[in-house]
């Protein structure tokens, strides 16, 4: 079975700062994807990023990008010029490759403030 | 295009009642997926419909819950009877393709007290 482990509850950030969330995961899987979701206040969870782990590039989305560190099970995301609009919860989540069921396997979740 | 909704949004019941969720997923998309927050825990997976048929409910924690899927389209999960350790949030997804991740809803806040 997968895990997925965040290891920081909460964190904060200046504005137009920039801040990392990490994020490891245990697996003896070497297909899969990974995923950082957003969750605002408003509760409606986002996709932020996507990751396939047989690609060696790091993914990016505007102020968004992540680490993959593959050998070292290490998938952290960065998110530079924070925003007050990031203020939310952020789920990393594995995706096991070819599964029937292609369920998501989250881990518990990072609560980040953006301070102006 | 209309997101994933899911109502009510809220719901307080007393434990031994019974408790409906409903999901309207994006239209067209096939695979439709149950997931549920306990407090403080994880997010954990339910079930996964592809159109009306239930194609992995291995996450389904015992036969007092029951999701079904009219005609591929909304999915409803019922709860009977709720019991304290069933509150949480209930989130709802879809999707078409898996690939790119899924489109939640905003969750059914579930209290049993």
């Known amino acids: 079975a997968q895990t997925v482990t965040q290891s920081q509850p909460e964190m904060s950030v200046q504005e137009a700062e920039t801040v990392t969330l990490s994020c490891t995961y245990d697996t003896s899987e070497n297909n899969y994807y990974l995923f950082w979701y957003k969750q605002p206040p408003s509760r409606q969870m986002i996709l932020v990023i996507r990751?396939?782990?047989?690609?060696?590039q790091n993914a990016t989305e505007n102020r968004f990008s992540v680490n993959f560190q593959k050998a070292a099970k290490s998938f952290s995301l960065k998110i530079s010029d924070s925003q007050l609009g990031d203020t939310a919860m952020y789920f990393c989540a594995f995706m096991k490759r070819g599964l029937r069921s292609y369920q998501l396997t989250f881990g518990k979740g990072t609560k980040l403030s953006v301070i102006p | 295009e209309a997101g994933v909704t899911q109502f009510p949004s809220h719901s307080v019941i007393e434990k031994g009642q019974t408790v409906t969720l409903r999901c309207d997923p994006i239209s067209g998309h096939d695979n439709l997926y149950w997931y549920r927050r306990v407090m403080g825990k994880e997010i954990k997976f339910l079930l996964h419909?592809?159109?009306?048929?239930?194609?992995?409910e291995s996450g389904m924690p015992n036969n007092r819950f029951l999701a079904e899927r009219t005609g591929g389209t909304y999915s409803t999960l019922k709860v009977q009877p709720a019991e304290l350790e069933d509150s949480g949030v209930y989130f709802c997804?879809?999707?078409?393709?898996?690939?790119?991740?899924?489109?939640f809803g905003s969750g059914t806040r579930l209290t049993v007290v």
């Open positions: 419909f592809v159109k009306e048929s239930k194609q992995d």
């Open positions: 997804a879809s999707s078409q393709d898996y690939v790119y991740g899924y489109t």
């Open positions: 990751q396939e782990a047989y690609k060696q």
